[in-house]
């Protein structure tokens, strides 16, 4: 891939998003910074571009050396945020896929998506089967690259904090020394491991003769970044 990298982040206001972003800006090997939201957020880079949306349209690019060969995907909500299943749907769904083919009529090549551990259509959690849904449906459009990245429970600064997740936090940290081999990808993992995760893979540089499509569960994650 090229030194002169530039690349798109569709959700910089949530978790994952907004730690990929600061690495991003921090990155040499990326010239570009495209910022696709809803709402405005508070950074200011020489290398940020923010194109705010409510649809989350981006607006079409005319010099082809601006044009993003990277999308990072981080959007998604909770049931409990979204207020019903099918509002859920529609989000972790419906937009995904709906930006991800804004992205590859900008010229993305490469796609990676933040899913989550267990995502199947077969799950019997519907935020799961929402995850597998939208990944079945992701490998329908004809990218050249696409990976999942696929963390178990996260950890890091939210502007609210859940006290589902203060719960689970507590438990496993009691537990945590017992998780190990499989068990591993179920551990908490930082936002910002998965954001130098993200940002690995958008830099490395080969070439991709046939279509790819990778799954990176936490245990890779921290693999890729040591």
């Given at each position: 891939?090229?030194q ?22 921090d990155?040499e ?23 705010l949306?409510?649809?989350?349209n981006?607006?079409?690019i005319n010099s082809?050396?601006?044009c ?5 995907i ?10 019903s299943k099918k509002?859920l749907?529609?989000?972790?769904v419906?937009?995904?896929i709906k ?16 899913s989550?551990l ?20 992701m490998?329908?459009?004809d ?5 999942y990245?696929?963390?178990?429970p996260?950890s ?11 719960l ?14 499989a068990?591993a990808n179920?551990?908490?993992i ?9 940002i ?5 540089q ?8 990778k799954r990176?569960?936490t245990s890779?994650m921290?693999a890729?970044?040591r």
């Amino acid at each position: 891939m090229s030194q002169r990298l530039s690349i798109v982040i569709a959700g910089a206001t949530g978790l994952v998003g907004q730690s990929t972003l600061n690495t991003a800006l921090d990155n040499e090997s990326i010239s570009r910074v495209y910022s696709l939201s809803r709402r405005p957020i508070g950074i200011e880079h020489q290398k940020l571009t923010q194109w705010l949306s409510p649809e989350l349209n981006p607006p079409a690019i005319n010099s082809l050396s601006d044009c993003p060969l990277v999308g990072v995907i981080a959007l998604g909500t909770t049931l409990k945020k979204a207020g019903s299943k099918k509002k859920l749907h529609a989000v972790d769904v419906e937009l995904v896929i709906k930006v991800a083919k804004n992205m590859q009529a900008l010229g993305v090549q490469h796609i990676i998506v933040v899913s989550c551990l267990g995502a199947s259509t077969k799950a019997r959690s519907h935020y799961l089967r929402c995850k597998g849904e939208m990944e079945m449906a992701m490998q329908q459009l004809d990218m050249v690259k696409l990976t999942y990245m696929q963390p178990g429970p996260l950890s890091g600064p939210r502007e609210e904090q859940r006290i589902d997740e203060k719960l689970l936090q507590c438990v496993m940290k009691i537990i945590n020394p017992f998780m190990v081999g499989a068990l591993a990808n179920y551990k908490p993992i930082e936002s910002i491991d998965v954001a130098h995760a993200i940002i690995h893979l958008a830099t490395e540089q080969h070439v991709v003769k046939d279509k790819q499509v990778k799954r990176i569960n936490t245990s890779q994650m921290l693999a890729l970044i040591r």
